[in-house]
């Protein structure tokens, strides 16, 4: 008997199963930090990088990765279509280096779509994914992680380590950046917020969670590379369009319509900034 | 049906480390929906790998794990190629297999 | 004569020019409003009409929170003057109530319902209490706000008058206009002062 198999310590490798925020009653709201000194925080942060690394290994995020690659490979839509006859930019059915390189002029339809408009066009188109059942559950729930999502999550795997390239050759693409950065500063709303209100300046943060300053490459990659991600605070996937969909709830704004032009300018704006910088998601979140 | 498992299997020096992570909502049975209605449990109830077609963990486990767990185990005198077979089984009656080998 | 010669120039670099000439010509910012008035929908308390600007949003928008001096210092005067204090003349609620309205961010969200009274958002920015280490750092710290300037009549009615309307001291200020917007009742605004510059405040603690 050449094997001998011995198991160590089963238990004390759990590395995620802390990320049980989900499993809290829903009610019990968490408690504020009651710590004496302030400037704590630092220290909070630290400690929570720490944990994200460990994930980082084993995001979560693979499983919807999985699922999107499923999908995307052997799903077949009314007359066999499948996503492989999918443009994202790069010819049809190319995956690899595609998310980094929306939002695009898609001549096809003569819009700019970011990379989840894209997607889920081409899933409604190829896939007979119904548009109306998409819109009405745009984004993931514990309940349920749309399809979508999964998808998107797969197509931003395969630009995993690759340079963000956002294309502003196209008129239409340099008009969306434009218009995305007017939005970026409008304010309005009952609290007079814009989007750079937060996210304008270096080294601000609410509570304690930091605010990249989205208008430098450098710190616009950190916003941009966390979305996919996996939101440990309950289980599931969340897309950039529901970054943007959640920031202008707490910007007090109306809600934006999901896949809108308004959004694809936004991301126009914020991707094209974080261009030459290194994507390293899809990302998990706290 | 459930979703597969992403295993990762890897030799380090004689040791082989071997990370799991499954998909499941591995609910508590205390938490509320939206609706105030309490949400049933449903979680991984029993866990199996097998190395190189021998037995090394039988496990149970509880509502204590988080959504989509990731577990990993450390196996002494595994070598490359041995087949790790995975299996678990939640309290609904729902179960997934899924298979890796071990690489160098 | 001018467009004309561009177009002489244009002709020859076709590609940049397209873009010069479409930046001297369109005005990207109505343009991004225009979008938005087309896209941003209601939904519960957050109406569709809150994408359009005010006068004072205007103002700020339009250059980029820089306003020439004396247009801000009219803006300001007419914000001030609108500022509604207590007609019963106290400035000062319980402190107890205010630290409990400094934590909620609740308010005006679209999640949020309608009737619900709104919390201050103020630890969202602002350091207060030295027992919450949570807080933002987009405003200034607070601690230590009454010890420092006192627990004077015009202290109460300067912090009273900066809740209710920001703008009224600082025209593009980042903060919002808690009263003006009727995000916070008189009441609210009152125990937010108390929390301010109570003497028994936390805030004012050694």
Known sequence: MKQRLSTLMVAAVMT?????????????????AKAAAPAKKEGITAEFEKFREVLEE??????????GEDIWKNKKGPGGATMAQCDLGLGAGVVKGAYVQMPRWFADVGQVMDAERRIVHCMVKYLGYKEEDIRKQPFSNDQRTPDHVSVITYVAAQSRNLKIAAPQKHAKEIEAYRIGKEIFAYRAGPYDFSCATCHGDDGKRIRTQD???????????KAYQGWPGYRMTGGFMLTQQWRMNDCFRQQRFPEPTYLSDSITALLAYMTVTANGQVYKGPGIKR | ????????A??????????????????TGQRKDNAGATVPAHFIQAITVDVGGKRVIQGQTSTSVSRNPVFGFKVKGAKVGDKVVIHWEDNKGDKRTDEAVIAA | MTAMKKTVVCAAAALACSAVLADEIRNYRAEA??????????????????????????????TSDNPPKDIAARLERDQLEAVKYPTDGKLMGDWKAGEKLAQSGRGMTWSDKAGVPGGGNCYNCHQISPTETSFGTIGPSLYQFGKIRGNTPEMQK?????????????????????????????????DLVALLLDPQSPVNSK
């Not at chain 1, 995620?16 to 504020?32: D, G, I, L, V, Y």
């Not at chain 1, 084993?58 to 699922?67: I, Q, S, T, W």
């Open chain 2, 1 to 8: 049906m459930a979703d597969p498992m992403k295993i990762r």
């Open chain 1, 16 to 32: 995620a199963s802390f990320a049980a925020h989900a499993q809290q009653p829903a009610k019990k709201a968490p408690p504020p």
């Open chain 3, 33 to 62: 409003v225009a979008m938005m008035k087309r896209d941003f929908k209601t939904r519960g308390i957050a109406t569709a009409d809150r994408v359009h600007e005010d006068g004072l949003q205007a103002v700020c928008n339009r």
């Open chain 1, 211 to 221: 605010l990249p300053n989205l208008r430098k490459p450098a710190e616009a990659v």
């Open chain 2, 10 to 27: 890897q030799m380090k020096g004689d040791t082989a480390e071997i990370r799991v992570l499954m998909s499941h909502a591995m609910e």
């Open chain 3, 158 to 190: 300067y912090a009273y008058g900066k809740i209710w309307n920001a703008k009224a001291f600082n025209l593009c200020s980042a903060m919002p206009r808690f009263g003006h917007a009727g995000a916070l009742t008189e009441s609210q605004i009152k």
């Open chain 1, 58 to 67: 084993d995001n979560p995020a693979e499983l919807f990765e999985a699922k």
